[in-house]
């Protein structure tokens, strides 16, 4: 099990544009695709509908979804019981990090794909963290990841045994929205498969105004291409 | 909310010897406790109803269960799929990293935790990781609990923002099975809540074979105390 021909990659697989660009990355970059999909208590199943559609779209090799229940710890809008905000300007979204940040998201996240990637003997794993448009999230940055590639060297057997060093790959970190959706396009992506609304509609439409609908259509508008996707409201 | 008295800690909870003595420890320094209880694809309900009532007898402010489907990504004897051992000898059990270890649980675990600890506002966090008789398990190491503690201080909004500086608290990890189980029974520990096999019998009782039974019945043995519980098969 030591080599594999071609490389075994974990990606963490949201249903998110940015996970599925860094998804298409790595399937560039000639790994073998396993994503994993984490069930975090989220508002809505739109999103993990839309995380199988990209995982088949790419050719993954296996999808698994595994169901952690944030909820029960509570703290974000994403997990309940704090209302999603709507219509706030670039100049609002930059000045705090926002209630929908979730604690220790990021970290919970990659904690589980880890623990997939051990179990595959996979050194890879990628995530589609991105710090520009998401500057207020700590575990969107680069010291973050270092340190979780610093920790993955350490708790694992596959690690520590000389058969596996870990590498967290984040090949959005440093990309604006627009170069994002511009770069997924030369790969092929269909954003037409993605969700990214924190609060649709019932029928899954996007609203359109909260901060991740504002962040996804001003990206499409800056990179000059049509977003597939449609909104319940429209846009300017 | 930066100011709590007495200061609020999380302690993650398995409902084994271990933890129930690491939160006896935090309980003893004046921390108002909430414990943290992760079901992670465990094969029995025994270990969770333990841990209810060890948190009950800990008298902690709130005790939350976290489920989280580890039997998604597989690797482990106690997620299913693998036949936990029986009967090893002590050289059998140190020769190698056995197949009840679960790929990165004490990463998931933390990473659980911190985001609960956030929530809180709690920036102290206890885990019953023990080094000495877990030696191959490379998750209960000091090297790993100092990298946890380094990737939560860049993880977290508390943290980057200056409120908190998470501390893992890992008091049982340079001591004995026999030394534990001495440190809680001066603590007032009921053992007799707590359970330790990994694979009981339908009613619960301790199977008195796998490795968890064996190493808790020699660490009575060497305190000379007596284990309060009882097994489907009698000791030496």
């Given at each position: 099990m030591s080599e594999h021909s071609p490389r075994r990659a974990v990606i963490l697989l949201s249903g998110g544009l940015d996970s599925a660009t860094a998804g298409a990355v790595a399937r560039r970059d000639g790994f073998e695709l396993y994503a994993l999909t984490v069930r975090y208590g989220q508002r809505h199943a739109a999103e993990l509908d839309a995380a199988a559609k990209v995982a088949e779209a790419l050719g993954v090799r296996r999808h698994v979804t595994v169901p952690v229940d944030l909820s029960v710890i509570g703290g974000s809008a994403l997990t309940g019981g704090i209302d999603v905000p709507k219509n706030r300007s670039t100049e609002a979204r930059d000045a705090e990090i926002p209630v929908t940040y979730v604690p220790a998201r990021n970290t919970i996240l990659l904690s589980l794909?880890?623990?997939?990637?051990?179990?595959?003997?996979?050194?890879?794993?990628?995530?589609?963290?991105?710090?520009?448009?998401?500057?207020?999230?700590?575990?969107?940055?680069?010291?973050?990841?270092?340190?979780?590639?610093?920790?993955?060297?350490?708790?694992?057997?596959?690690?520590?045994?000389?058969?596996?060093s870990?590498?967290?790959?984040?090949?959005?970190?440093?990309?604006?929205?627009?170069?994002?959706?511009?770069?997924?396009?030369?790969?092929?992506?269909d954003y037409g498969l993605t969700h990214s609304c924190y609060d649709p509609l019932e029928d899954g439409t996007?609203?359109?105004?909260c901060d991740a609908c504002l962040l996804r259509r001003g990206g499409f508008a800056k990179a000059g291409l049509t977003d597939p996707i449609s909104y319940a409201v429209a846009g300017e």
């Amino acid at each position: 099990m030591s080599e594999h021909s071609p490389r075994r990659a974990v990606i963490l697989l949201s249903g998110g544009l940015d996970s599925a660009t860094a998804g298409a990355v790595a399937r560039r970059d000639g790994f073998e695709l396993y994503a994993l999909t984490v069930r975090y208590g989220q508002r809505h199943a739109a999103e993990l509908d839309a995380a199988a559609k990209v995982a088949e779209a790419l050719g993954v090799r296996r999808h698994v979804t595994v169901p952690v229940d944030l909820s029960v710890i509570g703290g974000s809008a994403l997990t309940g019981g704090i209302d999603v905000p709507k219509n706030r300007s670039t100049e609002a979204r930059d000045a705090e990090i926002p209630v929908t940040y979730v604690p220790a998201r990021n970290t919970i996240l990659l904690s589980l794909a880890l623990g997939y990637a051990e179990v595959l003997e996979a050194a890879d794993i990628f995530i589609g963290a991105n710090a520009v448009d998401y500057s207020g999230y700590p575990d969107c940055r680069k010291a973050f990841l270092d340190a979780f590639a610093l920790l993955a060297n350490v708790a694992t057997k596959a690690a520590v045994e000389g058969r596996l060093s870990f590498r967290i790959h984040a090949p959005l970190l440093e990309l604006t929205k627009a170069r994002i959706i511009r770069l997924g396009t030369e790969l092929g992506v269909d954003y037409g498969l993605t969700h990214s609304c924190y609060d649709p509609l019932e029928d899954g439409t996007a609203c359109g105004r909260c901060d991740a609908c504002l962040l996804r259509r001003g990206g499409f508008a800056k990179a000059g291409l049509t977003d597939p996707i449609s909104y319940a409201v429209a846009g300017e």
